[in-house]
């Protein structure tokens, strides 16, 4: 309140503060994207111009990049996975959300990246899938699904894991949960 209205409506005697109320509310921020431009200087020597000899050229190394020469930083890659397999957006349906930042990024390319960053967390996995392995009981089931453009009628996603529901005292007993798609549900699948 005002100063002017801190007063009391029914003997105009002065009020004094006896607690507060609080209100939360929530604001959303949308996601923000920023290009991040790297400037590297190019050096030659005057010296080997003025005599017309091999001309060398220096240039700092680029920075390091999980997928080299592309626009993808670890953040971007890292929302394009989460979106599709933890919230199950596919990439035509990121593709339109990127275009309403005015961001033009097709669907072919980031599936691209989805199997080259696949192939870079690959050591990660099969550290993951030897702990598994050495694991004394393992759960497995099959899940069938459609691929789209796909011939046979029906494709499995093959999920393993290990662990307890409760967070575990070390990390010897760890859970881990794999998945491994496959065309069939095949013994040679699980094996």
Known sequence: LADEDKVC??????????????REQLEF?????????????????????????NTPIKIAPPPASPIPKSIA???LLAQIIVNKYQYALPLYRQEVLFKSH??????KTMADWMIRSGNIVKPIIDCLKNHLLE??????DETPLKVIKEDKQKSYMWVYCTGTDSPPPNLANRNIVLYDFHASRAARCPK
């Open 9 to 22: 409506d029914c003997c105009n005697g002065p009020l004094h503060e006896m607690g507060k109320e609080t």
């Open 135 to 140: 694991q004394g009981v393992i759960h497995a």
């Open 102 to 107: 005015n961001i033009e990024l097709n669907r």
């Open 73 to 75: 930083t670890p953040s």
């Open 29 to 53: 921020i949308p996601a923000q994207v920023k290009v991040i431009e790297t400037v590297r200087l190019k050096y030659s020597c005057r010296t080997c111009e003025k005599d017309n000899t």
